[in-house]
């Protein structure tokens, strides 16, 4: 099972960027699609980005939709994703998550179930 470390959170203004990143351990990590989720407190985690393995193809909620880049560097074994324009509603703890087959890449939107390896999570707060 992967290891994953998110860092990178932290407390902005409105408009404001932060840029998180998403650690990983083992020898495969080129063969697996990593996603990000968040949880605001009293609400239910949510997908919020997903990058294919090879880097190529991306995927994003509308929510943060031409906001949020997600990215990765296969020779570091590290998914970021790049947070700008962040609004209020973005507050949350952000979690990274490895799925549980290789090569997975769902037509739409990613299932939390189908995610075997999750990270501790990086709190993101922005006031107002």
């Known amino acids: 099972q992967a290891q994953l470390v998110e860092s990178g959170g932290g407390s902005v203004q409105a408009g404001g960027s932060l840029r998180l990143s998403c650690a990983t351990s083992?020898?495969?990590?080129?063969?697996?699609?990593i996603s990000w989720f968040r949880q605001a407190p009293g609400n239910e985690r949510e997908f919020v980005a997903i990058v294919r393995w090879s880097g190529d193809d991306t995927y994003y909620a509308g929510s943060v939709q031409d906001r949020f880049t997600i990215s990765r560097d296969n020779a570091k074994n590290t998914v970021y994703l790049q947070m700008n324009s962040l609004k209020p509603e973005d507050t949350a703890v952000y979690y990274c998550?490895?799925?549980?087959?290789?090569?997975?890449?769902?037509?739409?939107?990613?299932?939390?179930?189908?995610?075997?390896?999750w990270g501790q999570g990086t709190q993101v707060t922005v006031s107002a």
């Open positions: 083992g020898r495969t990590f080129q063969r697996y699609s």
């Open positions: 998550a490895v799925p549980r087959m290789m090569y997975y890449y769902p037509n739409p939107v990613p299932r939390e179930a189908d995610f075997g390896s």
